[in-house]
């Protein structure tokens, strides 16, 4: 599975995007996808994640905020963001793997595809 990430950008706070993250290769619907991001001199950190029966899990810091979801059918998952802070700034990656256990949602070790990131920098 090859996984592309698009849709960063820079807007100012209180203002919304949305980041796409399209795959190639089969089986797309069976896999758990995620979003991390990862600021400058900081480790990378779980964002969201939608697992194939489309069950959704957030970090605490973006609840309320952003949305993760899927379309099986063009193989895409979406990360629509509002309310953007600053503190969101970071280059973002979508990641995807077929065996991650709800446990492990979370780490990005567990995960054995990424795409290759895209910035968002909100501005104050």
């Known amino acids: 599975v090859q996984l592309q990430a698009s849709g960063g950008g820079l807007v100012e706070a209180g203002g919304s995007l949305r980041l796409s993250c399209a795959a190639s290769?089969?089986?797309?619907?069976?896999?758990?996808m995620a979003w991390f991001r990862q600021a400058p001199g900081k480790d990378r950190e779980f964002v969201a994640a939608i697992r194939y029966s489309s069950t959704t899990h957030y970090a605490d810091s973006v609840k309320g905020r952003f949305t993760v979801s899927r379309d099986n059918a063009k193989n895409t998952m979406y990360l629509q963001m509002n309310n953007l802070k600053p503190e969101d700034t970071a280059v973002y990656y979508c990641?995807?793997?077929?065996?991650?256990?709800?446990?492990?949602?979370?780490?990005?070790?567990?995960?054995?595809?990424w795409g290759q990131g895209t910035q968002v920098t909100v501005s104050s």
């Open positions: 990641a995807g793997d077929r065996a991650i256990i709800l446990s492990s949602i979370s780490l990005p070790h567990q995960y054995d595809y």
């Open positions: 290769g089969h089986s797309f619907s069976r896999y758990t």
